[in-house]
């Protein structure tokens, strides 16, 4: 009778550890991950009076909002690599697109953001433009690692570089600026639209699938837009009218700037609009003329990418996802629209590295709006956050395992992070967060080049280490680069910068009055990330 009694009693506690568990996977979070390519933080929600992007304001309403986050490094290859691997570009050993490796062969075999959430039972799905195409991502987009499916990649993004640009001749282009008509396109559509429709068919789908229904998803959606070049549906040129647009404040290069800190824009001086110019390499300024109808164009690309987001979001409320999944939103690195005379991304100024980045988590951050602030646009947070933090950040928030801190070789170790979670700063946006934020950039030589925005690693010969303060400083030390070891050399400091005001309009670091503030900067800079925690893990 006693063994009858002891069996009865495993089988039921086996059932309610079974029930358990199955009803812990029916709540466990969905994450719905959209990053927009090149996408400064000029929004409506940001403070950008001009921009419209309503469907991102609906998103910023009931998020976190964060008024500092910062991007590795601003190109797209190192950028998506770190914060997809939750290291930082100096331990991925990507830091150009250009003749980029695979960290899993060249680094390390980390486990990747995705990947994490798929070895914890979620349907991971790439769409659109995620892991940077090629060698950066061993042409499969980190596939099958991270993804359950093959990602999808829109047919019509063969004809990015494709002269489909109208002139005003009638003839067709390579231009940056490229308003158009969907009917005249090859395939009469856009990337960024397919992309859509692909991801908004999955919802639908993935709410009907008997074999799927209740497994949890990670669903990555990455926008080509406002990535140059600047090519959407020209009905959203109609929202911002040229008297409405203005040049940058700022538009000459900033007094005491060091030749090697400038980037020459070189990835746009081909493009048939801009050779027709005929600038002046390194340091022409572009005319305000066509200054102005740049930004005009990508704030309505900007524009476009809202619409479509706002159609994704409401396919996540008609498919009855809205309540049950986190939503990230960011720039995976910003974009120069004149600033400092510079017109891409490519250097270490806050216009090229500083990105949004909005986090919605039901029944947190839209409750406690409602609550705290119920006539404010969301909750904002001036916290400093890196890109890098995502990983970890998203693992609690889902209730996976959130990856430790590094050590200080991490190369053989395949799960741990260099960010931190931030869900601290989420569950109370005055929470002292970082001291610092770190970015970097690669460069050829002391001064500009034809290779300076993009030099391959064979052609690095100096990196910039770039730190943004809690006192809203920015400190940089550009110092030598051994291109074999792939590390800096910091007795040979080539440069200095120090700007003590946000636009970083006057580079104050040799100025004698600063001198003990630069000492006191370049030892926090020298000590690195990990120093700049706010705990302590050392």
Same mark, same amino acid.
């Given at each position: ?37 090149? $996408? ?18 609906? $998103? ?11 991007? &590795? ?10 914060? $997809?691997?939750? #290291? ?61 499916? #093959? ?53 639908? &789908? ?89 930004? &005009? ?71 406690? &709006?409602? #609550? ?148 006191? $900067? ?17």
């Amino acid at each position: 009778m006693g063994g009858k009694k002891y069996s009865l009693q495993l089988i039921l506690l086996i059932c309610f550890l079974v029930c358990k568990l199955a009803e812990s996977r029916i709540r466990q979070r969905n994450v719905l991950f959209i990053v927009s390519d090149d $996408l400064r933080p000029a929004l409506a929600s940001y403070g950008n009076a001009i921009v419209q992007t309503p469907n991102l304001d609906k $998103l910023a309403e009931r998020s976190v909002r964060f008024s500092t986050a910062a991007s &590795q490094l601003a190109v797209c290859a190192p950028s998506r690599t770190s914060f $997809l691997t939750g #290291r930082r570009p100096d331990t991925t050993k990507v830091f150009s697109n250009k003749n980029a490796t695979y960290w899993r062969t060249n680094a390390g075999n980390f486990t990747s953001l995705p990947q994490h959430f798929k070895k914890a039972g979620y349907v991971t799905v790439s769409v659109g433009k995620i892991f940077h195409p090629g060698e950066a991502s061993n042409f499969t987009y980190d596939y099958p690692y991270s993804w359950s499916m #093959r990602p999808y990649i829109p047919s019509a993004e063969k004809y990015k570089n494709a002269k489909v640009c109208p002139g005003q001749d009638g003839k067709l282009y390579t231009n940056i600026v490229c308003p158009v008509d969907l009917s005249q396109q090859p395939e009469k559509t856009l990337p960024d639209i397919q992309s859509t429709q692909f991801a908004i068919n999955f919802l639908q &789908q993935h709410s009907t699938n008997h074999n799927t229904k209740g497994q949890p998803f990670f669903l990555a959606v990455g926008y080509h837009k406002p990535h140059i070049p600047l090519k959407y549906p020209k009905q959203f040129l109609d929202l911002y009218p040229m008297e409405k647009i203005h040049v940058a404040p700022d538009p000459s290069r900033p007094s005491g700037m060091p030749p090697v800190a400038y980037e020459p824009w070189t990835d746009i001086r081909w493009r048939d609009d801009i050779a027709a110019l005929n600038l002046s390499f390194p340091y022409s300024r572009m005319p305000d003329w066509y200054a102005k109808k740049i930004i &005009q164009n990508y704030y309505a690309a900007t524009s476009y990418v809202d619409a479509l987001i706002g159609d994704l979001l409401d396919a996540l409320n008609t498919f009855g996802f809205s309540d049950n999944t986190i939503v990230s939103f960011i720039g995976d690195h910003g974009w120069a629209l004149g600033e400092h005379l510079e017109w891409s991304k490519y250097s270490n100024f806050r216009v090229a590295t500083n990105v949004p980045l909005m986090l919605h988590v039901p029944g947190l951050t839209d409750t406690r &709006q409602k #609550r705290l602030q119920p006539r404010h646009s969301g909750l904002v947070s001036d916290a400093l956050v890196e890109l890098v933090d995502l990983f970890p950040t998203l693992a609690e928030l889902a209730g996976i395992e959130v990856p430790d801190v590094c050590p200080d070789d991490s190369s053989k170790i395949f799960l741990c992070t260099e960010g931190l979670s931030f869900v601290p700063v989420l569950k109370n946006v005055s929470t002292l967060w970082k001291k610092a934020i770190f970015s970097q950039y690669p460069r050829p030589s002391d001064t500009p080049q034809e290779n300076s925005c993009q030099p391959t690693i064979s052609e690095t010969k100096i990196m910039g280490y770039s730190m943004q303060t809690s006192q809203q400083y920015r400190y940089t030390e550009w110092v030598q680069f051994d291109p074999n070891s792939q590390k800096g050399n910091w007795s040979n400091v080539h440069a200095r910068e120090l700007y003590l005001d946000k636009n970083e309009d006057k580079n104050v670091a040799e100025f004698s009055e600063f001198s003990k503030l630069v000492k006191e $900067l370049s030892t926090q800079l020298r000590k690195g990330w990990r120093y700049a925690l706010p705990i302590n893990l050392n």
